[in-house]
């Protein structure tokens, strides 16, 4: 499966974005995703994960409450609904997918997207 994610942007503290991750190939369904972020020199870090049937999902606690994960397997898409974003946010925020779940480990998730940039000003 091959993803392109999309949706980032410049956006206010207090503000809102919602990032898409579409993914090409067959069997979309069939994959557990999930959103993971970036900075320059750090490592990858786990934000959310949502299950093949979308019945299941986990959060990152930073992002607790104000992020919200869901999936739309007719349109072979997961997206990332982020509100209340806070400068910290910044980052470039990535999609991932496998057939086996591995919740929050970014390091066992076969295939990524090529990242979107978020970014929050104060």
């Known amino acids: 499966v091959q993803l392109q994610a999309s949706g980032g942007g410049l956006v206010q503290a207090g503000g809102s974005l919602r990032l898409s991750c579409i993914a090409s190939g067959r069997s979309f369904s069939r994959y557990h995703m999930g959103w993971f972020r970036q900075a320059p020199g750090k490592e990858r870090e786990f934000v959310a994960r949502?299950?093949?049937?979308?019945?299941?999902?986990l959060y990152a606690d930073s992002v607790k409450g104000r992020f919200t994960i869901s999936r739309d397997n007719a349109k072979n898409t997961v997206y990332l609904q982020m509100n209340s974003l806070k400068p910290e946010d910044t980052v470039v925020y990535y999609c991932?997918?496998?057939?086996?779940?591995?919740?929050?480990?970014?390091?066992?998730?076969?295939?990524w997207g090529q990242g979107t940039l978020v970014t929050v000003s104060s």
């Open positions: 949502i299950s093949w049937s979308g019945d299941s999902t």
């Open positions: 991932a997918a496998d057939l086996k779940d591995y919740y929050n480990n970014p390091r066992l998730y076969a295939h």
